[in-house]
């Protein structure tokens, strides 16, 4: 069980910064997800809190202790990587006993210990199978079991699931939450898979070119993203981006793209300049009357909803809409959107411009 | 212009079945989606086409004719692979006009010219042309890659799994692409994938493959709606359809072992009770995961409803699957 606290966290590599200054809070028993594109500094970041790199400045604080300058295996934690490595000579049981043996347990605890876990993992016929005849699924069970049986303060898994095909990792993505349920360990998480994020995660931070983009639950971060990368990298297809010239006040409930009133959160700051109107794709509507128009280009079917491809004057932006209603390429359509869920960002700095939608998030983002 | 017609098509290779009977029309024009996981017959039912391998039985015809003695290159098709293969000493240019410089083809250099800077219109590389291939990114390489397949006008396009080393949002973007493409060329295409996305999106038809045997031939919309079995329902649709014994509910017709219920057929509010073991929000929709009777079900709701991990929801199906004990639906 612990609390993680990261405080101004920075790590560079000579002259290049792979992570500037991060902040957040993990709270116990959280299942916690840095996201964010290869790149961003989400595996260094884990890394320091794992204690496999020395922050440059900064503090990582685990259970109320300040860890930031502990050698790894001072502070109780299990790490699962991408690669699992399992002991190839070794069977199943003595590769999750490792550990345990390792730290010169008695044989009456380390055999308790694993067949708790193997029970946990639903592992327990295949103890005394060799590692080598495991498909890659079971294979990464006993990597979990590895990490499990410590019992350590919490887990730091780093992309557990990049290597397996897709619906295999779907499968395993539920068996680690339901594990994650179950002991109830603070477990940090990176990937950048943003459908991973959302399924498995309490919270996310999505990281950027080393810099926190955002923190906060999974549907603050998709209903009020704090900047234009959030907005992008969140939901398939991502939200819309219609680009526009204007003057707003603080207040307004509308804002003018292409001679069109277009309806917005009312606005906290007033705002001169380049802006975007973000908008999610369920949030658009095809609708005969209105008078935003634009003309479709493509429809795809996915069972109860299609993802409607539209040509404006703001650019091409995409629709999510019931699969039994009519959009045939090529036709003329009018366009309305649901303006309480609009996100304004500034152009030029990318990020949202406060709102009643927003306010509470961005706060304290 | 191609219609392509597989008649009792099998092929083994050895104790292996990997093509049982298959017989299926492919009409002009159509845009059809093998679908099945690994190992299900689709590449080799592409390879049979293209003529890189024999039918043990049945017979192939395009346009009318059997091609079974025909050449792959007496067959005229053009197919794309999973992993691109450019010529990396050469231009995008050079190796979408590679195909078109064959001796057997003496194809003008004018109209090379021309070839060329059409599909790299239609790809959106045009800007790229003069790059060397190696300076490409992987979406980029892929879309030269189907670009060497269109420069020429085969009868037939042969597409097995192009989208399938690319990132999420490279293959939405290409998903549409191909489909216009398809659109504005016309022409017959016969693609092979295991991503039910793909085959719902882009294909007119979609051939659901089940260990060599054509299970199931229709639209998308026929397919999702009404599949011919559990095995054919569960292909298509994220979350899963759920199978659940058929009695669960009551209300079952007799002799049927199993009722699928697809995530969003299922009604809240009245009906039998479930728990509700973990609720995940995806931003769009919120999935709830529910336990009834021992059985997981997953279903859709609100991306705002309030529920949480612990509470107990009615729940009633609508457009409710039957199925008998071999998996086939009743009517």
Sequence with gaps: MAEIVIRNLRKEYGSFTAVQSSSFKIEDGEFFMLLGPSGCGKTTTLRMIAGLEIPTSGEVWIDGEEVGRKPASQRDIAFVFQMFALYPHMNVRRNIAYPLVSEGRPRAEVKRRVAEVARILGIEEMLDRPVGGLSGGDRQRVALGRAIVRNPKCFLMDEPLGALDAEFREHMAEELRALHDRMGATTVYVTHDQLEAMQMGDKIVVMNHGVVEQFGTPQDIYDKPATMFVADFIGAPPMNFLRFHGAVEAGATEVHLHHHALPVPALRVPFDGDMVYGVRPEHVHLSDGAGYRAEVLAAEYLGTTQIVTLATANGEIKARIPSDQRARPGESVGLTFDGATVTLFDRQSGRALRSDLNEGVLSHG | ?331
Excluded: C
Excluded at chain 2, 3 to 13: A, F, I, M, P, W
Excluded at chain 2, 308 to 328: E, S, V
């Design chain 2, 1 to 331: 212009m191609a219609e392509v017609v597989l008649r009792g098509v099998s092929k083994r290779y050895g104790a292996t079945v990997a093509l049982d009977e298959v017989t299926m029309t492919v009409a002009d024009g159509a845009f059809v989606v093998l679908l099945g996981p690994t190992g299900a017959g689709k590449t080799t039912t592409l390879r049979l086409i293209a003529g890189l391998e024999a039918p043990d039985a049945g017979d192939i015809a395009i346009d009318g004719r059997s091609v079974l003695r025909d050449t792959p290159a007496e067959r005229d098709v053009a197919m794309v692979f999973q992993q691109y293969s450019l010529y990396p000493h050469l231009s995008v240019r050079d190796n979408l006009a590679f195909p078109l410089r064959s001796p057997a083809l003496r194809t003008p250099e004018a109209e090379i010219a021309r070839k060329v800077a059409e599909v790299a219109e239609v790809l959106h590389i045009s800007h790229k042309l003069d790059n060397k291939a190696t300076a490409l990114s992987g979406g980029e390489m892929q879309r030269v890659s189907i670009g060497r397949a269109l420069v020429r006008t085969p009868r037939l396009y042969l597409m097995d799994e192009p989208l399938s080393s690319l990132d999420a949002k490279l293959r939405a973007d290409l998903r549409v692409e191909l489909t216009r493409i398809h659109a504005s060329l016309g022409r017959t295409l016969l693609y092979v994938t295991h991503d039910q996305i793909e085959a719902m999106t882009m294909a007119t038809e979609i051939g659901v493959l089940d260990q060599g045997r054509l299970v199931q031939f229709g639209t998308p919309r026929e397919i999702y709606e009404s599949p011919v079995s559990l095995y054919v329902a569960a292909r298509l649709g994220q979350p899963r359809i759920n199978a659940l014994p058929a009695g669960i509910f009551g209300g079952a017709p007799s002799g049927a072992k199993t009722v699928g219920l697809r995530p969003e057929h299922i009604r809240l509010g009245e009906g039998r009770a479930a728990e509700v073991v973990r609720v995940e929000r995806l931003g769009d929709q919120t999935r709830l995961h529910l336990r009834l009777d021992g059985h997981d079900i997953v279903t859709l709701t609100d991306p705002h409803a309030a529920y949480q991990a612990g509470d107990r929801l009615a729940l009633t199906p609508r457009n409710a699957l039957y199925f008998d004990a071999a998996g086939n639906r009743m009517s």
